[in-house]
């Protein structure tokens, strides 16, 4: 059972929004998500934070137009998740803008392993020397590279320079070399929350201004950028960074631009793929079709075809690839459900094993699990027990397996495997990611007493209150605001990661209810006697509803035969 508790309103910033011509429900809303004045719901483009405050920015943009100029290689180095085939995609697709000599490369996440490798920047160079191309002058990371500093100083010691664009969290080490990253420590850019996509995108935006206005090209030169928007806004929404203000915008704006129809081949397909209009997109289509589709060429083989698909121009090319990721996230599925089941067996006996209050994480391994699929199944778990789960699979150098981290609000993944590898030096072998999630590497033998430790460790940065699972709602919703028009004014904004759509909560009269599928109830509501019948859905459902029932539920669009009605979608009963 959730506790329900209602979020907490600032009520001078609710005047101050109202004041500023904001509705004042959704004044009230906004300031329960930390909005104090009307300028932070500023979605247009002018409104996003002028890259000016980001720490080497302007280094960077003088070295790639010095590169472009001297006709210099660059080769795009991308991690192999939606962050990583978007920040590669607009790279690929500015760069190329501004004249440069520019192509990708992304690891083998079952040979390489994460990010720029010594032995990937040796495999560059040799694939480079068979194919008789170009000898690479730049490499440039995109969402990954803070950790890389063994692949940084192999480059460098080939005569290759090196820039690491990323938005990862620093650790102890830094390679040598020129970093672009909102989370240097030095660095005053705002807008801490960052995806790789958005770094990229404002590497591009700093190298604009710098051919424009200090080097003075041309201005047929000089390229417009905004229209990589739709691309940025699906890796910032996929990556579920926080979507803060900034963040906000620039997923705004490349919804509004898909929305007109001013978007690429590729991701028109994904769309077409998914069964989804494009014309309606949503931060929610990201979130939960279109980026599992692009992820599902990382987890499962190769996402230069994700990549592809976003830099592809020819409309049948680009439905082509897009058909290959969608059956590769049928696979994708499948895989994930049978290590699922196979990990909730896991965890139930490992809880059983031991007082459920008393066993605060799942540390889990199985040989057959797939790693393409392990941060899912982390990710479920996490959901399922909440309470942070690891999950191991074998790696390809014998007696190592490699761990996705998930964890739960309040719990920070990345400083717990910092503080035991500060502590006990050598037991992780590599580690690195956020605070919700994160991976690392072991040796296989050493499993046991890593899990141990983690448990340990886990109580030093989690009290009792961090396990306990809360539902925060928007308190309830006057019966003037059940309508479709104010779920279409909901639906307008941009909700998601640390920006979450409301949920209201209210008693109701329960007038009738079916099951679909056995699973999932259907069913008829009133607010009172006489008010408005409602339609409701409850996905999932635990059990049947009494005749009268309180309800946590957000406001819904069931469209359905070409009619828009009003539904409400339950997320718990009380």
């Not at 490798?117 to 560059?124: F, G, N, R």
């Not at 699979?393 to 400083?415: E, F, L, Q, T, W």
């Not at 990661?497 to 079916?514: K, L, M, S, Y």
Request: with cysteine; glycine share 8%; hydrophobic share 45%.
């Amino acid at each position: 059972m959730r506790r329900i508790q209602e979020r907490s309103v600032n009520e001078t910033a609710v005047a101050t929004l109202i004041a500023g011509g904001v509705h004042p429900l959704l004044a009230r809303i906004f300031s329960a998500r930390g909005v104090v004045c009307p300028s932070e719901l500023e979605l247009g483009l002018e409104a996003i934070t002028p890259p000016t405050t980001m720490s080497n920015l302007d280094a960077a943009a003088h070295e790639i137009a010095r590169a472009i100029q001297a006709g210099g290689r660059l080769l795009i180095v991308a991690d192999y998740d939606a962050d990583g085939a978007t920040a590669c995609a607009v790279a690929v697709r500015g760069l190329r803008r501004f004249g440069a000599l520019v192509d990708f490369l992304v690891p083998d996440r079952f040979i390489f392993g994460y990010g720029l490798t010594p032995a990937l920047v040796d495999h560059a160079v040799a694939r480079d020397q068979e194919n008789l191309k170009k000898p690479i002058d730049w490499i440039i990371t995109v969402d990954n590279g803070i950790s890389s500093v063994a692949g940084v100083a192999r480059a460098k010691a080939l005569g290759i320079k090196v820039l690491v664009t990323d938005h990862h969290l620093p650790g102890k080490m830094l390679p040598d070399t020129l970093i672009v990253n909102p989370n240097l420590r030095q660095c005053q850019f705002p807008s801490k929350h960052l995806a790789g996509v958005g770094v990229m995108f404002y590497v591009l935006l700093a190298l604009r201004r710098v051919c424009r206005d200090e080097l003075l090209w041309p201005a047929d030169r000089i390229p417009q950028l905004a229209d990589l928007l739709p691309i940025v806004a699906l890796g910032t929404v996929a990556d579920m960074v926080r979507l803060d203000a900034n963040n906000r915008r620039l997923v705004a704006q490349g919804l509004e631009r898909l929305r007109r129809g001013n978007s690429f081949a590729g991701l028109n397909a994904l769309f077409q793929v998914a069964n989804l209009n494009v014309r309606d997109a949503s931060a929610s289509n990201f979130g939960f079709a279109i980026g599992p589709r692009l992820n599902a060429a990382g987890r499962l083989g190769d996402m230069g075809i994700g990549i592809q698909c976003l830099i592809e121009d020819d409309p049948d090319r680009a439905l082509d690839l897009a058909q290959q990721l969608d059956a590769m996230n049928h696979e994708r599925r499948e895989i994930e459900q049978e290590a699922r089941d196979e990990a909730l067996s896991q965890a139930l006996s490992l809880l059983e094993s031991q007082s459920k209050a008393d066993r605060k994480s799942l540390v889990l391994h199985d040989s057959r699990w797939h790693p393409g699929v392990i941060g899912l199944v982390a990710g479920r778990l996490k959901e399922q027990f909440y309470r942070p789960a690891i999950v191991f699979a074998d790696d390809n150098d014998p007696g190592r397996i490699k761990g996705s981290c998930r964890s739960i609000p309040g719990v920070h993944i990345r400083d717990i495997l910092e503080r035991i590898d500060t502590q006990y030096p050598g037991l992780i072998l590599a580690f690195g990611g956020h605070a919700m999630a994160a991976g690392l590497a072991l040796e296989s033998a050493r499993l046991d007493e890593f899990s141990t430790l983690f448990e340990s460790t886990l109580a030093d940065f989690a009290g009792p209150e961090q396990f306990l699972q809360q539902l925060d709602t928007d308190g309830p919703l006057d019966a003037q605001y059940l309508k479709l028009e104010f779920a279409q004014r909901l639906a307008a904004q941009v909700w998601g990661q640390g920006f979450p759509p409301p949920v209201f909560i209210n008693r109701f009269e329960v007038i009738a209810q079916r099951r679909l599928k056995e699973r999932h109830l259907k069913f008829t509501v009133r607010l009172a006697p006489g008010s408005p019948k409602l339609e409701a859905i409850w996905f999932n459902a635990e059990r049947d509803l009494d005749t009268q029932a309180t309800l946590a539920y957000q406001l819904s669009i069931n469209d359905w035969q070409g009619r828009s009605s009003l539904q409400l979608e339950v997320v718990a009963v009380a």
